[in-house]
């Protein structure tokens, strides 16, 4: 069975994120990073603002956004970190697959960045 994400949820974690985390940026999204070694499980929240598009715009992008993370995600990479992926206005014109590799482009770069940057 594959390891479920918890969702990151309150404005407070989100704005922890934002300020002291690390970033991945692609022109369709951006990957936050914060590391948290006193937390076992990864958590992830999804961002769009409303300068994408209006509600529908943003929740079908939304969307397929978690499914991508479903599918294709790697929580066991991001045990002690909270990750928040934020969508951008070019994710609107893309398909599925684009999206998908723009999230896997900036999941390969964090990936490497908590590789070089682990205690082991």
Not at 8 to 25: A, I, P, S, T
Not at 65 to 79: A, I, S, T
Not at 81 to 108: H, Q, S, W
């Amino acid at each position: 069975m594959k390891k479920r994400w918890i969702r990151l949820q309150k404005n407070r974690d989100f704005q922890k994120v934002y300020e002291k985390g690390r970033f991945f940026v692609h022109p369709s999204l951006v990957l936050y990073l914060l590391r948290r070694p006193s937390i076992n499980n990864g958590r992830i929240g999804f961002a769009a603002g409303k300068k994408i598009g209006n509600a529908v715009q943003r929740n079908r992008v939304r969307r397929q956004l978690k499914e991508v993370v479903r599918l294709y995600g790697r929580p066991d990479f991001f045990n002690e970190c909270d990750i928040i992926v934020m969508i951008r206005k070019p994710a609107l014109e893309g398909r599925f697959n684009d999206i998908r590799e723009a999230y896997t482009y900036c999941e390969k770069k964090a990936i490497s960045w908590l590789k070089s940057n682990s205690k082991a």
